[in-house]
Each structure stands twice: as structure tokens, then as C-alpha cells.
């Protein structure tokens, strides 16, 4: 089985192999894997391609430049790992890790679990996904008990107004008041300086300015700038990621997040928040203010060919943004178009994916 680095021109084979699968859905979607994959060398796509030619897998590495203790730090982080064919997996999970001093998975399938267990990678625990305005949305073939009982939450549960909450949290000194700007791009001066938390991530300006384009088609970025750091929003209809953000400490990151979320949201307006956290201090802060955690933590594991990774288990004082890898970038996309019967094709505003025969592995 050969491996090789994708390239725009392959990507009609690539979507041919994604297309129908039950994983690797965002591979069919070319404005996102042309610009994730193919325009900088530090995140590629790795396609195993089987004897007659066709995708049999594929494996996304990015290289990420972290800070821990205030030491820098490299991991190549996995996204869209999947085997369309079988044994396809094991050489692309070789592909990755020997090509990675250290690497990284944030979040992934049973299946990828499995490996890296038997494989005896770290996990360090205390991620959590916290929400705001909880849509309690329904899922394809869930139980009809839990489909009612959603809709109960939804009439029961009251929406929060951002803004209006916020104004009296700074009232009442449990967080900030931070000024945000929001603008068009990274500047250096954007860029908080090391040492407010144990672990972050702490890429430079370029990296930032591809990643969180505001310009990028498939997904909507708003930046915004702090007075000692900055907040990227991935805004989506009827809801906020906080997709990274960093800060020289976490009170003043914290109350710059809900600034540019409160802004974003508008007056009077309740769109579902979701942010990802771990640090001791801002889960307090997000909770006083009413975020609520996943009833289950978002895995986060550490793994390396040369043997256990130098990294304390403890994550309370770490900063985790949600939107790293791939985990913002899901379908369906924001210039992916439907056919419409009576007109032409329209934006995608929200779409339900039917599911599918299972005839790619996630792993």
C-alpha cells in the first residue's frame, strides 16, 4: 500500500472514497480540504492508496507549536483518520506517529482509542465542553424517551442573554470588564507574552492568519483583539464557538471571551455558546456565569515512538481551546449548497446528514 501526500489533484478520488462512508464526511468538501491540506507545509493529508489506485485511508498530520512551562513544544495532531479499506489504518497511524516527535489526539472515535490504549498512550484528564444556551438537539435513531425528554428541556430551560448577563456579572466583580475590538487579522503586538498558564497553544501570527482567516468560505471566523491578548468566535446560524483564544491571565481571557461573544450575539439575542476548558480558575468563572459541562470529558492523549511524553498529568492550570485540529471544521459547511427544487441552489443553512451504510472505519 503506497502512501502519499494529497495534492489537489487528487481530490476526485479522495471524495469518491468519502462519498457514501460512514467517516471522513468533511473529505468530500473541497474549498476545506484543498485549503486545510494543500497550502501550508506544516498540516498535509496522508492518502494510503491501494494497488488499483483508489483512497484505501487517510490520515491528516498538523504540526502545532505548544508552550509547556513556558518551553516550547511540538505535536503533530491527527484529523480525519479514517480506513475506507481494511488494513489501510495501521500504515497511516505509522505514517503519523514516526513523522511526529511527540503526537497528539483531541477528541476521535472509539476506534482511534482502541489503538492508542493498546499502544499505551497518556491521557490527561479534566477537558470538558461547557454550553450555554443548550439547543438539547435531536439525534437520527436515538430513543424516543430521550427525544421527549429533550423537548421538555427545550420548553423548561430559559435562554440567556449574553450581553445583559454579562453587564451584571461586571457589576458584581465575578469577572472583568475587558474592551475587545473585533478586526480583519493577527498582529504581533496580539500575541500574549508566556507564563499565564502550564500548557497552551502558541503559534505566531502567521500560522493564526491561516488558521482563523475571517476570509475563509467554509467557515465563519470573527477575531477580536484583547488588550493583552485575543478571542477567535467560529459563528455558525444559532451558535458561538469560542474557537481559541488566549490571554496573559485567565480572569482577564475569560472576561475578554464573553466581551466578544456578547458582541457577536448582539442585544437580546440567545444563541447556544459552547467553549472547551480545563483550567481550574476559568471553569469556575464560566460556571458562575451559567455554563453548564458535557455529562462526559473530550479525550485528550499524548503519545510518542520514544516513549512516555513529558507532560504532568495535572491539566487544571492548562489552557484548551475547542476549534484545534479539524474539531471546528465539521460538516456541513457554510458554502456547501443543496438542491433546491423550485430555485437555484441556496446557501446551507443547517442540514441533518441521514445515516449511512457503514463502509469506512473511523479510527
Not at 472509539?110 to 443548550?134: C, E
Not at 488588550?227 to 475569560?254: F, H, K
Not at 440567545?270 to 459541562?293: D, I, K, N, W
Request: glycine share 10%.
Amino acid at each position: 500500500m503506497q502512501i502519499v501526500a494529497y495534492e489537489p489533484s487528487l481530490f476526485s478520488a479522495l471524495a469518491a472514497a468519502a462519498r457514501g462512508a460512514a467517516a471522513g464526511h468533511s473529505l468530500g468538501h473541497r474549498s476545506f480540504v484543498d485549503h486545510y491540506y494543500a497550502t501550508v507545509p506544516w498540516c498535509r493529508l496522508y492518502l494510503a492508496l491501494g494497488d488499483d489506485g483508489a483512497v484505501a485511508g487517510a490520515i491528516g498530520v498538523e504540526q502545532l507549536r505548544f508552550e509547556y512551562e513556558g518551553r516550547p513544544l511540538t505535536i503533530g495532531c491527527a484529523s480525519n483518520f479514517v480506513a475506507f479499506q481494511p488494513g489501510a489504518g495501521g500504515v497511516l497511524f505509522l505514517r503519523w506517529i514516526r513523522s511526529s516527535e511527540m503526537a497528539c489526539i483531541y477528541g476521535g472515535s472509539r476506534d482511534t482509542h482502541r489503538i492508542l490504549a493498546h499502544q499505551g498512550w497518556t491521557y490527561f484528564p479534566g477537558v470538558h465542553v461547557y454550553s450555554l444556551n443548550g439547543r438539547y438537539t435531536d439525534r437520527p435513531a436515538e430513543p424516543r424517551w430521550r427525544g421527549v425528554a429533550k423537548s421538555l428541556l427545550r420548553a423548561v430551560t430559559p435562554r440567556v442573554d449574553v450581553g445583559e448577563r454579562l453587564r451584571g456579572a461586571v457589576a458584581r466583580g465575578v469577572v472583568p470588564a475587558v474592551n475587545v475590538a473585533e478586526v480583519g487579522g493577527f498582529d504581533a503586538d496580539m500575541l500574549p507574552r508566556a507564563g499565564g498558564f502550564t500548557f497552551r497553544l502558541a503559534p505566531g501570527t502567521e500560522y493564526l492568519g491561516w488558521r482563523y482567516s475571517p476570509a475563509l468560505p467554509f467557515v465563519r471566523y470573527r477575531l477580536f483583539r484583547l488588550p493583552r491578548g485575543y478571542v477567535v468566535l467560529n459563528e455558525r446560524p444559532g451558535r458561538i464557538v469560542v474557537a481559541q483564544a488566549d490571554a496573559t491571565d485567565p480572569d482577564s481571557l475569560v472576561g475578554g471571551v464573553l466581551a466578544a461573544v456578547a458582541q457577536v450575539a448582539g442585544e437580546g439575542s440567545r444563541p447556544e455558546v459552547l467553549l472547551t476548558s480545563c483550567h481550574a480558575r476559568m471553569r469556575r468563572l464560566y460556571e458562575q456565569f451559567g455554563f453548564r459541562p458535557a455529562h462526559v470529558e473530550r479525550p485528550f492523549a499524548l503519545g510518542s515512538a520514544r516513549g512516555p511524553v513529558p507532560l504532568a498529568p495535572d491539566t487544571s492550570s492548562w489552557l484548551v481551546n475547542f476549534d484545534w485540529t479539524d474539531n471546528g471544521l465539521r460538516p456541513p459547511f457554510l458554502d456547501e449548497t443543496v438542491a433546491c427544487p423550485t430555485a437555484e441552489p441556496r446557501r446551507l443553512i443547517t442540514r441533518r446528514r441521514r445515516p449511512e451504510p457503514a463502509s469506512a472505519s473511523p479510527v
